[in-house]
C-alpha cells in the first residue's frame, strides 16, 4: 500500500514512521523545505523516544520518504491523512482549520481518481463535521470528482500521548474511524491489518461520531485531572492524603487509578486545546456544556494559585528568596512547553520578587526564548540549580528527579524547603533528611515546621 501523510509535525512524524514500520510506502510532506531537508538528512525535530531511530530505519528501507510538495506526491496513493496542526484560534476557543483547508486544497489538485481511489483521512484534532467541510473543499476544488466515486473523507483521530507516541501508535488501547464508505473501511482496515495480530480493537462508526469521541476524550481525561486536583485541596485543608485517595478511588473499576495525579494543572498542546474546541462547538451548537467549561476555568486558575502556594509554605513572602525550578515542560520526557503551568507560575514567582534559578532536562535552548522565562537563570544540572537556594519546586515529574538523593538535596540547598507540585519525591525520605517537604494534597499546609 501507498500512503501520503500531510505535516511532519508531532503527529504526521510519528504516524508516518509508524505506518512504514508495518511495512507501508509513505510520503510525507511539509510545507516547510528547511524540515524536509532535515528529515532527508535523518534529523528529526522533535523530542519522542524512539523516533529518530524509526524514522532512520526506515527512511533506509526505502518505506519512508519526505518532501515539500503534496502534488507531485499524491499520485497512487491510497490514503491521504491530514495530520496538520489545528491550534486554538489566536484569543479564542475554537480551532483554526486555516492549515486542513490548505491541505485540503493541495490534496484535491493532486487527485487523479483514473489510477486510484484516494481516501482523504483527518488524523488531526478537528471539529466535529471537519470531514463534511473537506469533501466540499474538494468538489468545490475540482468539480468533476464525485465523493464516494473518485475519492472518500474519513476520520481516524490520533490518541498519541507526547512522550509515548510510539508505544501508544503501536499498541493502540483501541483505533476509531469514522466513515460510511465500505471502500474507505477497506483501506483503513487494511492499513491497520499488522495490529490485528493483537486483536486490536477497531470501531468504525461515522464520521462526526469519531471527531466528537476525540475531543471528548481529552475533555473527560482533563475533567478527571481538575477533580483529582480540587481533591488535593480539599486533602490540604481536612488533613487528608490525596495519594492514598486516588488510590482509594482508583480501586473502583469504574473509575480506574489513571489520570488521577494532582499537579499544578493540566498542560500540553491536547487537553487545554481539545476542551476549548469541545466548548466552542457546543456554544456554537447552542448547547451547554458545564462541566468541560467549569474543567478549563479550574485549570486556569489552578496554574496562578500554585505561585501563591509556593508563597504560602515559604511563610508568606519570597521577595529576594532564591527558587530552583526543576523542570518546565508540561510534562515529563518531552521538550513540549505548550500550555506549561511553569509559563503561568514562573512569571508570578519573579513578580513576587524571588529570583529564579530553572534546570530542565529537556534543555533550556527553547524556554530560553520565551518571553515568560527572559529573567530566569539557566543550570545545566539540578544539583546546579539546587546549589544556596532558599527552596526548590518541582514542575515536572522527570525521573531524573526522583534519583536526587534527599540529603544532597539537603546539602545543597541554603534553606532546606522543598516543595513539590507533582509528588514526584519521597516526602518521608525528604523528611527524615531534615527537610521540610511540601507535597500537593499531602495533608494541611502546617507552617514549615520539621
Ligand atoms: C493527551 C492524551 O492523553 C492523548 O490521548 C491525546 O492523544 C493527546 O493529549 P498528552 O497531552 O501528550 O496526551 O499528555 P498526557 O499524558 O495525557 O497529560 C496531559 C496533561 O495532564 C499533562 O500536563 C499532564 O501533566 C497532566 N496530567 C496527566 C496530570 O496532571 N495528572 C494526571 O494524572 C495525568
Known amino acids: 500500500m501507498q500512503i501520503v501523510i500531510v505535516g511532519a509535525g ?89 492549515f486542513v483547508q490548505q491541505a485540503t486544497r493541495d490534496i484535491a489538485t493532486g487527485l487523479s481518481p483514473v489510477s486510484s481511489r484516494t481516501v482523504i483521512v483527518t488524523k488531526s484534532t478537528v471539529p466535529v463535521g471537519t470531514a463534511a467541510l473537506i469533501e466540499q473543499i474538494v468538489v468545490a476544488t475540482r468539480p468533476e470528482l464525485v465523493p464516494g466515486r473518485d475519492f472518500d473523507v474519513a476520520s481516524n483521530p490520533e490518541f498519541l500521548r507526547e512522550g509515548s507516541a510510539i508505544e501508544d501508535f503501536m499498541h493502540p488501547d483501541r483505533v476509531i474511524c469514522g466513515t460510511e464508505s465500505v471502500h474507505a473501511e477497506h483501506v483503513l482496515r487494511e492499513l491497520y491489518a499488522p495490529l490485528d495480530v493483537r486483536n486490536l480493537p477497531m470501531m468504525f462508526t461515522d464520521r462526526a461520531t469519531a471527531e466528537l469521541i476525540k475531543l471528548a476524550a481529552n475533555s473527560f481525561l482533563a475533567m478527571k485531572v481538575s477533580f483529582i486536583n480540587e481533591m488535593a485541596d480539599l486533602c490540604e485543608r481536612c488533613d487528608a492524603d490525596v495519594q492514598d485517595l486516588a488510590q482509594g478511588l482508583g480501586l473502583d473499576p469504574r473509575i480506574g487509578p489513571r489520570f488521577l495525579h494532582p499537579g499544578p494543572g493540566f498542560g500540553g498542546s491536547c487537553f487545554p486545546k481539545d476542551a476549548n474546541a469541545l466548548v466552542a462547538i457546543a456554544r456554537e451548537l447552542d448547547v451547554d456544556v458545564r462541566l468541560v467549561e467549569t474543567t478549563i476555568r479550574v485549570n486556569e486558575a489552578r496554574k496562578a494559585a500554585m505561585a501563591d502556594r509556593v508563597r504560602e509554605v515559604m511563610d508568606g513572602d519570597i521577595a529576594g528568596k532564591r527558587i530552583a525550578v526543576l523542570g518546565v515542560t508540561f510534562k515529563p520526557n518531552t521538550d513540549d512547553l505548550r500550555e506549561a503551568p511553569s509559563l503561568i507560575i514562573v512569571p508570578k514567582l519573579l513578580e513576587m520578587g524571588a529570583s529564579v534559578t530553572a534546570y530542565d532536562p529537556a534543555g533550556s535552548a527553547a524556554p530560553r526564548a520565551l518571553p515568560e522565562f527572559r529573567h530566569v537563570r539557566w543550570a545545566d544540572s539540578a544539583e546546579a540549580a539546587l546549589r544556596d537556594a532558599d527552596a526548590v519546586v518541582v514542575l515536572t515529574e522527570w525521573n531524573e528527579f526522583r534519583g536526587l538523593a534527599a540529603h544532597r538535596i539537603a546539602d545543597l540547598l541554603r534553606e532546606p524547603v522543598v516543595i513539590d507540585l507533582r509528588n514526584a519525591l519521597n516526602a518521608q525520605e525528604m523528611r527524615n533528611a531534615g527537610l521540610r517537604y511540601y507535597g500537593v494534597g499531602r495533608g494541611r499546609i502546617h507552617p514549615l515546621g520539621p
Do not use: H, M, W
Not at 54 to 80: H, T, Y
Open 10 to 98: 508531532y503527529v504526521g512524524l510519528v504516524s508516518s514512521a509508524c505506518f512504514a514500520e508495518f511495512g507501508i510506502n509513505v510520503t510525507c510532506v511539509d510545507s516547510d523545505s528547511e524540515r524536509v531537508r532535515e528529515l532527508q538528512d535523518g534529523r528529526v525535530p522533535i523530542f519522542e523516544p524512539g523516533l529518530e531511530d524509526l524514522v532512520k530505519r526506515n527512511a533506509a528501507a526505502g518505506r519512508l520518504a519526505f518532501r515539500d510538495r503534496l502534488s507531485d506526491a499524491i499520485g497512487e496513493a491510497d490514503a491521504v491523512f491530514i495530520a496538520v496542526g489545528t491550534p486554538s484560534r489566536r484569543g479564542g476557543q475554537a480551532a483554526d482549520l486555516s
